[in-house]
């Protein structure tokens, strides 16, 4: 692996060693593409496929099969001539493909014809009474810690919220010996008739039959409360009771730990700043970026594949990947690309990936309760702001996200808005009596991640930056 680009232009550059990213970068590179492929994690795989080069988890069926398919992909990279650097973060990109990367504390600039952007997702915020309590994390940092350490609970485990990957957290605990108390399902009773008509296209897709066996092996060692309809956490500074309404009933019980998760949601942090055109999805309740059929932005030249693109799952990931590779190698060595299989094959084989997922996303579809808080709930945990606050600041003029920055600084912490956007967005959506898109987004800005001033202080300056900043 290396350490700096070799280079500093590239035919392809992607950004992000997930599955769409690891098999756009192998797709571009066996091609003969100069390809580049920039991942800040320390390994490949992303959040699906994390730790895949060295999980101290070798019990193949601990983290179940759909994992290990990394291990192919990771090898078919290897295999390829692709440069890959790995605690690398990038912190811009721009409309001339102009890229800056941070790379052990020093930035290193280079120049790509085509980038792709698989920077993946992020788990929905999930703002409850008591969330940034010591003790509450998301079901994907628990599943971190568990592929990357073999780290599972072992104190009083509580896990809520809804969605697949809920329930795969779950198995994978149990199978590597960890402990959960109770599972407290929020999904809404509603959305299970809302589902029906796209249940056909789920029972013949291959979600059904895993997602069955693996709610039946959960459900056979804890007890799962379904129809919670409130949900708080409390503790005197550490998290010591979880309190839940399901049947109208309120219980409380003591925990230790409190798992959190109702899906996930596309990172667009790095492709909102590169100026790319983002709508708001209905169903999906989050920003999707506006592509075509071949992963393709608004942007010339940047392609998005994998659930930065709308949430698809790992398999959809990977022909994402796949067809904005090939789309890429058409247009810079078209004779190269009568080698790939067909565009036509690739768009059947996504087709297959996606089966079931409307099913999904209905069914799954967050309650409101769980998206939009209310009074002293915390929306921004890097400011500390309230629900209450921005609802205050909408009253006294806020009209949007980038109007409550200058009341509240919300989005303006180290997470730039991610932990917060959604939140933001749907409340004030709400208090204004507007759709999620006519309030719109934090406008992101480069470096989308934190760096040092060295090394803002390092970027390349022309002889007008200089005059543009120096008295006369």
């Not at 809520?160 to 109770?182: E, N, S, V």
């Not at 998290?239 to 998760?261: F, M, N, P, Q, W």
Request: glycine residues 10%; positive net charge; proline residues 5%.
């Amino acid at each position: 692996m290396s350490v700096a680009p070799k280079r500093e232009n590239y035919d392809v550059v992607v950004i992000g060693a997930g599955p769409a990213g690891l098999a756009a970068a192998a797709t571009s590179a066996k091609a003969g593409l100069s390809t580049l492929l920039l991942d800040e994690n320390i390994g490949p795989g992303g959040q699906v496929f994390r730790a895949i080069a060295s999980t101290p988890v070798t019990e193949r069926n601990q983290l179940g099969a759909d994992y290990w398919v990394g291990a192919d992909l990771v090898q078919s990279l290897r295999a390829s001539n692709a440069e890959v650097i790995h605690r690398a973060t990038v912190w811009s990109l721009d409309r001339n493909l102009d890229i800056a990367v941070s790379i052990g504390g020093a930035s290193a600039f280079v120049k790509a014809k085509r980038v792709i952007l698989a920077t993946g997702a992020l788990e929905r915020p999930f703002p409850i009474p008591g969330w940034t309590l010591p003790g509450v994390m998301t079901a994907g940092a628990a599943q971190t810690m568990l592929k990357s350490s073999a780290l599972v609970p072992d104190g009083r485990t509580v896990i809520a919220g809804q969605g697949p990957l809920l329930w795969l957290l779950a198995a994978q605990i149990l199978r590597l010996g960890g402990r959960i108390d109770r599972i407290l399902d929020t999904t809404e009773r509603g959305n299970y008739f809302a589902a029906l008509p796209h249940a056909f296209a789920f029972l013949t897709s291959p979600y059904f039959a895993k997602g069955l066996s693996m709610m039946r092996e959960v459900k056979a060692k804890v007890q799962v409360v379904s129809g919670v309809t409130e949900l708080s956490a409390a503790g005197d500074g550490q998290l010591a009771s979880v309190s839940y309404v399901a049947g109208g009933k309120r219980e409380t019980i003591a925990a230790d730990l409190l798992l959190l998760h109702q899906g996930v949601v596309p990172n667009v942090n790095l492709a909102m700043a590169a100026g790319i055109e983002h709508r708001w999805d209905d169903l999906q309740l989050c920003w999707s970026p506006v592509l075509d059929a071949s992963g393709n932005s608004s942007v010339a030249g940047i392609a998005i594949a994998g659930d930065g693109a709308g949430i698809g799952g790992a398999n959809a990931a990977v022909v994402r990947g796949r067809i904005a590779a090939r789309a890429a190698v058409e247009a810079l060595a078209p004779a190269a690309a009568a080698k790939l299989p067909a565009m036509a094959a690739l768009r059947a084989d996504l087709a297959k990936a996606e089966r079931g997922r409307l099913f999904l996303d209905t069914l799954f579809r967050p309650a409101p309760q769980f998206r939009i808080p209310s009074g002293d709930t915390i929306v921004c945990r890097c400011e500390e702001v309230t629900a209450k606050d921005v609802l205050d600041s909408v009253a006294i003029g806020a009209t949007g996200p980038n109007q409550l920055k200058a009341y509240r600084r919300t989005g303006m912490g180290p997470c730039q808005g991610r932990l917060c956007g959604l939140t933001v967005t749907e409340l004030m959506a709400q208090a204004r009596g507007k759709t999620p898109q006519e309030i719109g987004y934090y406008r992101l800005r480069a470096p989308v991640k934190p760096i040092t001033l060295a090394e803002l202080a390092a970027v390349p300056k022309s002889e007008a930056d200089v005059k543009a900043v120096v008295r006369g």
